[in-house]
């Protein structure tokens, strides 16, 4: 029997620090995605508030409506963006990646986390653990390093991981998370740079086939107070097929895809099941892809 799954990864225009219009959107796309079939949407990164880390240079501690900055973080599964797509994800009988600007509130600390959602409420969340220092994107002030280490999802279609931008310029991150189980990774994203849109496509082609994975990679497009967004959000296959990628406008990259691909693409090229485990701290039994009689699956 096929394992086929239709996923969706979600492209918009948001407004900076409106949260209210980002997730009013947010919702639309999701609610489309949903009714074409889709099982499991992702959002893009911080899709609720926008790219705040942009505006560190900006900051002045006694400028009262850059502090209102730090009032955008949410606690999850507390916090009313969360509730919100919690509600949704029930209604749609859907799987939901949803990526804001998290607070904990227990000890104050903030982070760029993706929460993963499913028809029965929060499954749990993905900190991101590479946290940027570059100009113009000045994360460190804003996130701290996710203490999460790349947690794996299990839902009835599949088991999905979930990668947020900087982290996945660091290939080791797609093979954990592999060798965890993943079957598909939601790597969410806000990428404007003409380096950053050269290495798009290249980044993903190299984690997918080296990986024979499912992965799909989102953006978001258009202006945004000084930063202009190329989207491309991309669904790439476990044999590098590139099987949708958008242009630079708002859209929906969905696809069905087929599960059974993988042991496929396995078959036939052995970066999985010649893994040595042991660089990795592991043993073939504690992953996802040892089989006692075959030594991979």
């Not at 749990?124 to 220092?133: A, E, M």
């Not at 839902?155 to 931008?165: D, E, F, L, R, S």
């Not at 900087?166 to 990774?185: N, Q, S, W, Y």
Request: contains cysteine; proline residues 6%.
């Amino acid at each position: 029997m096929s394992r086929e799954v239709r996923v969706a990864g979600i492209q918009f225009t948001r407004k900076f620090r409106d949260v209210e219009y980002n997730v009013n959107r947010a919702e639309e796309f999701v609610r489309k995605a949903a009714g074409d079939g889709a099982k499991i949407v992702s959002l893009p990164e911080l899709y609720s508030t926008g790219y705040l880390p942009g505006y560190i240079e900006d900051i002045d501690v006694d400028d009262t409506s850059i502090k209102s900055l730090w009032d955008l973080a949410e606690q999850i599964p507390d916090g009313p963006t969360t509730q919100r797509m919690i509600a949704l994800a029930k209604e749609l009988d859907i799987y939901l990646i949803s990526p804001i600007w998290e607070i904990d509130a227990d000890f104050h600390t903030y982070y760029n986390t993706a929460a993963v959602i499913g028809p029965h409420g929060l499954m749990g969340r993905y900190r991101k653990r590479h946290i940027p220092s570059i100009p113009g994107m000045e994360e460190r002030h804003y996130f701290t390093p996710g203490n999460i280490p790349y947690p794996v999802f299990d839902t009835p279609y599949g088991k999905i991981g979930v990668v947020i931008c900087f982290d996945r310029h660091f290939p080791e991150v797609f093979r954990i998370l592999t060798l965890k189980g993943a079957e598909m990774v939601f790597c969410v994203n806000n990428t404007p740079t003409a380096f950053g849109n050269r290495n798009w496509i290249p980044e993903i082609h190299v984690n997918a086939v080296a990986n024979s994975i499912y992965i799909i990679q989102n953006n978001v497009c258009g202006k945004e107070e000084h930063f202009n967004w190329f989207g491309g959000t991309t669904i790439m296959g476990p044999k590098a097929d590139l099987l949708v990628q958008l242009d630079a406008e708002e859209g929906i990259a969905a696809h069905n895809i087929d599960l059974d691909m993988i042991r496929k693409s396995r078959e036939h090229y052995g970066s999985i099941r010649d893994t040595r485990y042991e660089d990795f701290g592991m043993s073939p039994d504690e992953t996802g892809h040892y089989d006692p009689a075959t030594g991979w699956r």
